[in-house]
């Protein structure tokens, strides 16, 4: 079955770019039929979609978000990526890979799999 | 933008039915996906479709969606279904379409 793994640093200075990588096994992102999201959560509180990225690499990110994000695609190592840049403190979260159903005008549907996170704290 | 409105909080003793809404202008109009997310794990899809129950997920949990409500019924609950659940839906009728989740929902087993 499919499996998400994120790995990246987990700690990131401010106004520096936290960048992390969520790694596919057990299926192709190449095969098509799902988008490829981050999705973050803050310590204690509700899910955030950051946005999300198809095997060809067209991206749609959270318009809160788009200035500083950008979602990669290496089909090639069968990976997806995220850069944020100029990070803060209100960007430490845990912070999810997962892979959401293809839906009509853009749309993504039920996040069907997900990585089991990894915390990103920002700090000097 | 779109809002999804969770009460923060629902209890409920064992053997008994958990009813966990999710408010939204029209939902009824969208596809409303459920999430149970345990301490230090990653959310679980439990619902996807409004209705539909992904292959292991107990048919204890049931959902519907119309109007202005979508709901996820857990029947007969058990001490594990104690989690915090998480709505969410594809918003397109805003001028900046995206994924939105709703607040989240502790549910206590008592």
């Known amino acids: 079955q499919v499996q998400l793994q994120e790995s990246g640093p987990g700690l990131v200075k401010p106004s520096q770019t936290l960048s992390l990588t969520c790694t596919v096994s057990?299926?192709?992102?190449?095969?098509?039929?799902?988008?490829w999201s981050w999705i973050r959560q803050h310590p204690g509180k509700g899910l955030e979609w950051i946005g999300y990225?198809?095997?060809?690499?067209?991206?749609y990110y959270n318009p809160s978000l788009k200035s500083r994000v950008t979602i990669s695609v290496d089909t090639s190592k069968n990976q997806f990526s995220l850069k944020l840049s100029s990070v803060t403190a209100a960007d430490t979260a845990v912070y999810y890979c997962?892979?959401?159903?293809?839906?009509?005008?853009?749309?993504?549907?039920?996040?069907?799999?997900w990585g089991q996170g990894t915390m990103v704290t920002v700090s000097s | 933008s779109y809002v999804l409105t969770q009460p923060p909080s629902v209890s409920v003793a064992p053997g008994k039915t958990a009813r966990i809404t999710c408010g939204g202008n029209n939902i009824g109009s969208k596809s409303v996906h459920w999430y149970q997310q345990k301490p230090g794990q990653a959310p679980v899809l439990v619902i996807y479709?409004?209705?539909d129950r992904p292959s292991g997920i107990p048919e204890r949990f049931s959902g519907s969606n119309s109007g202005n409500t979508a709901t996820l019924t857990i029947s007969r609950v058990e001490a594990g279904d104690e989690a915090d659940y998480y709505c969410?839906?594809?918003?397109?009728?805003?001028?900046?379409?995206?994924?939105?989740f709703g607040g989240g929902t502790k549910l206590t087993v008592l």
């Open positions: 479709y409004d209705s």
């Open positions: 990225i198809y095997y060809s690499g067209s991206t």
């Open positions: 969410q839906v594809w918003d397109s009728s805003s001028d900046h379409p995206g994924v939105v």
């Open positions: 997962a892979r959401g159903g293809v839906a009509a005008a853009l749309g993504v549907n039920a996040f069907d799999i």
């Open positions: 057990g299926g192709s992102i190449s095969s098509g039929g799902y988008y």
